[in-house]
C-alpha cells in the first residue's frame, strides 16, 4: 500500500463509484491524488518491488522445497500470498533463458580473442620455422662452395616460398575445422552431384544442407553456425514448452477422475511443475558455469559432481512428490499413475525437441 495523499473529493477517477476508505470497492483503485512530489516515484517503486519480492521469495520457496504446496494452496482458494501461476512461469521462463545468454555472450569474446591470438601465433611460428630452413639450406649450399650453384639455391628458396605460402593458404581454405562436410560433401554442388548416386539419405538431409552451405557461402564458419542455432534454440525453447503445456495437462486429465479434477486444475499443477523444471535448468546452468571459472581441484570436481547428481535425482523424484501431494492417491497408485505419465511426457517432450531442432535450424539466419 503506498503513501500517496488521499483525495478529498470520494468520487472514484477510475469508475466513478464512491470511495469511503482509501480504495474503491468497485474496481480497487486507490483514491490518491494524480499529482505527487517528485520523490513519490522512488518510495512507490520500493513499495511495490517489497512487495512483489516477499511474494515471490516465498512462491520461489515452496515451489523449490514443497513439491505439489503451492498448486493444493492455489486450488484451495490460497492466492493472495502467493505469485499467480501465469505469472511465475512466465518471469521464470524469462530469467532463465535471459541469464544464461549473458554468460554465453561473454564467453564467446574470450573464446573468440584467445583463437586470434593463438592462430596468429601458429602463423608466426610456422614463418619462423620456414625462414630458419631457407637459411640453412642456403648456408648449406655455399658452404660447400658451391658458388657456381646459386640457381640451385635460388630453387630451393623458391620452393620454400612455395611451402610457406601453401601452408597459409592451407590455414585460409581448411575445411576440417572452419566447415561443415555433409556425407562427404563441401558444397551445394558437391551434393546434388553426390545426391545424383545415393539414394534417401540425401533427399531427407538435403534442407540441412542447403540452410549450412547457405550460411557458409555467407562467410559463417562453422563455430559461428552451431552458435546461431544454439541461440536459435534457447529462443524458441519457452514458446514450444509453453504449447506443450496443455498436452501435459491433457495427459494428467486423462488418469484421474473427470468428475473431481476439472482440466484447469491439471492446468494449474502444470504451470507448477513445468516452472519448477526452469528453475531446476537455470539452477543447472548457473552452477555449470560457476564450475568453469572455480580451480580445478579433485574436491571441488568431487562437490560439483555430488551438487549435479542430486540436483538430477530431485528432479526425478520431485514429480512423483508433488504428483501423491496434489491428487491425493495411495502411494501404490499414485507411483503407478506417475510413472506411466512420467513415461507418456518424456515421449513427447523428446518428440517435441526433434521437430523444435528441426524448425529451429531451417529458420535460423
Known amino acids: 500500500m503506498s503513501h500517496g495523499k488521499i483525495r478529498e473529493d470520494k468520487t472514484c477517477q477510475n469508475c466513478g463509484h464512491t470511495v469511503e476508505e482509501r480504495f474503491c470497492p468497485h474496481c480497487g483503485q486507490e483514491n490518491t491524488e494524480t499529482r505527487q512530489p517528485f520523490y513519490f516515484l522512488f518510495t512507490h517503486f520500493i513499495e511495490d518491488f517489497t512487495h512483489y519480492d516477499g511474494q515471490f521469495w516465498q512462491t520461489i520457496k ?14 484451495s482458494g490460497k492466492r493472495q500470498h502467493y505469485v499467480a501461476p501465469v505469472k511465475l512461469y512466465i518471469f521464470i521462463s524469462f530469467i532463465t ?31 619462423e620455422k ?24 635460388n630453387k630451393s628458396i623458391s620452393k620454400l616460398k612455395n611451402l610457406e605460402d601453401l601452408i597459409d593458404k592451407k590455414e585460409v581454405l581448411s575445411t576440417e575445422k572452419d566447415q561443415f562436410a555433409i556425407l562427404g ?15 534417401r539419405n540425401y533427399k531427407s538431409l538435403r534442407p540441412f544442407a542447403e540452410k549450412i552451405f547457405h550460411l557458409q557461402d555467407r ?13 536459435t534454440f534457447i529462443h524458441t525453447f519457452p514458446k514450444a514448452l509453453f504449447i506443450y503445456l496443455p498436452v501435459f495437462a491433457f495427459f494428467l486429465w486423462l488418469f484421474h477422475s473427470k468428475k473431481r479434477w476439472w482440466y484447469f486444475d491439471h492446468g494449474i499443477f ?63 497408485i499414485s507411483i503407478a499413475k506417475g510413472s506411466i505419465l512420467f513415461i507418456i511426457n518424456f515421449i513427447g517432450l523428446l518428440l517435441m525437441l526433434m521437430i523444435l531442432s528441426y524448425i529451429s535450424f531451417i529458420t535460423m539466419h
Open 62 to 75: 515452496n515451489l523449490l522445497f514443497r513439491p505439489g504446496m503451492l498448486t493444493k494452496e492455489y486450488l
Open 97 to 127: 533463458f535471459f541469464v544464461p545468454s549473458l554468460f554465453s555472450r561473454s564467453e564467446d569474446k574470450d573464446n573468440e580473442a584467445t583463437e586470434k591470438h593463438s592462430i596468429q601465433k601458429e602463423k608466426e611460428d610456422k614463418k
Open 130 to 153: 620456414v625462414a630458419k630452413i631457407i637459411d640453412s639450406v642456403k648456408t648449406g649450399i655455399l658452404v660447400e662452395g658451391n658458388n657456381k650453384n646459386d640457381s640451385i639455391v
Open 185 to 199: 560433401a563441401t558444397s551445394m554442388k558437391q551434393y546434388d552431384s553426390l545426391s545424383i548416386k545415393g539414394g
Open 219 to 231: 562467410g559463417l564458419k562453422r563455430k559461428e553456425i552451431i552458435g546461431r542455432f544454439v541461440e
Open 270 to 332: 502444470t504451470l507448477h511443475y513445468f516452472s519448477f523444471l526452469l528453475l531446476s535448468t537455470l539452477i543447472f546452468i548457473l552452477g555449470n558455469h560457476l564450475n568453469s571459472v572455480l580451480p580445478d581441484y579433485t574436491i571441488v570436481t568431487i562437490i560439483m559432481g555430488l551438487c549435479y547428481t542430486t540436483l538430477f535425482f530431485y528432479t526425478s523424484v520431485y514429480f512423483f512428490v508433488a504428483h501423491h501431494r496434489v491428487y491425493e492417491n495411495s502411494k501404490r
